[in-house]
Each structure stands twice: as structure tokens, then as C-alpha cells.
């Protein structure tokens, strides 16, 4: 009893640390579009070829900006620290029974493929789908070991969340024209299943 308790905890803890997770890399997405908007990155100079304070961009605002990026940054590497310590604690206490399981399907590494084959077609709100900042119409490239080289249907799916609760998958997503990293944690949530999403494999004529 005394173990399932610190097991729950250790689980509430690691969820509040990824929706602080969530909120920074949110307002380091904020951040950055706001140097878009100047059309500078991290690095283009604030100065012209004169050596004065460029006319073209707001230099406070940018150069302010850059700080509380760089700030976030840190705070957000210190924070994925924090989530994996948590992660390996959840793992110790809930035990390694799923690890077998697991090495079944990541032992034999297939040819990395970019090619996209599924897309996801629903994501329920507050779900752990939400939570990793999957959305509607992603086009899923690698679904933790799962790519298209190796997919044979979404019973392959199915069986790799059911065999990594609690444990991050990582996930490649096409949006649009960028290809995005994510990180998804299988859990129970106040909805059905442990994702809170939906995929269908993805017909050719899409790709």
C-alpha cells in the first residue's frame, strides 16, 4: 500500500512537472515569434555595417527578448532533468515487467524512414495527446519505435502504449512543412484509453 502511495505520487509529481514543462516551452514559443516578427534570430546583429543601433527593429525589445529566451532555455533543460529523475523513479517503483515486453519491439531497429503513415484525426482536450502538443492533422513519422518501414497496423500502435505506460515516447510529427519533436507519456486520464487520440494509417495520395 505504502508503495502504491509513493508510486501515485511520484506520478502527480512527474504530471505537474510536464504541464510546467508545457507552460515554458509555450512562452518560449511566444518569445520567439515576437523576434519573427522583427525577422531576426538569436544571432543577426543589432547594429548596422556603421556600428548604430539598427532602424529596421525594435533593439530593446529584441535584445530583451533574447535574454528571457535564454533564461527559459535553462530553466527548461533544468526542468527535463527534474522529468527524467522522476521518470526513472515511476519506472523503480512500478517495476520492470513491461521492459521485456518492450525490447520486442525495439531490439530489431529498422531503417529510419521520413515518410509519414498516420495522421491523427482527433485529440481530446486535457488529454496526455494535448499535453504533448499533438494536434489535429499531424502527420506522424515515427511513433516511438514505430516508423513507416516497420508498420503493419494499428494493433502495433495499440501495443506499444499499452506496454510504455508512464514512460515517454518519443514521437516525429509532420505540421505543415516543419517536422516536430515530441515527447508523449501513455497514462489513465479522465478519458478513454491512455492517449486521448486518435490515428488512422495514412492512404497513399495523402503523403
Known sequence: MVVDMELQEAKDTVLRLIKDKDKLESDIRALKEILDCNHVGMDDPLVDSEGYPRQDIDVYQ???????????????????????????????LSGNQVQEAIATTSDIQEPVSSEPFLRVNLVSPSSPAEVAGIQVDDLIIEFGSINYGNFKSLKDIATLVEHSRYKPLDIKLKRGSNILALTLIPRPWDGKGLLGCNVIPLEVVER
Open 62 to 92: 529584441v535584445r530583451h527578448t533574447r535574454h528571457r529566451i535564454i533564461c527559459l532555455t535553462n530553466d527548461h533543460k533544468a526542468l527535463m532533468k527534474k522529468i527524467e529523475e522522476g521518470l526513472h523513479k515511476v519506472h523503480s
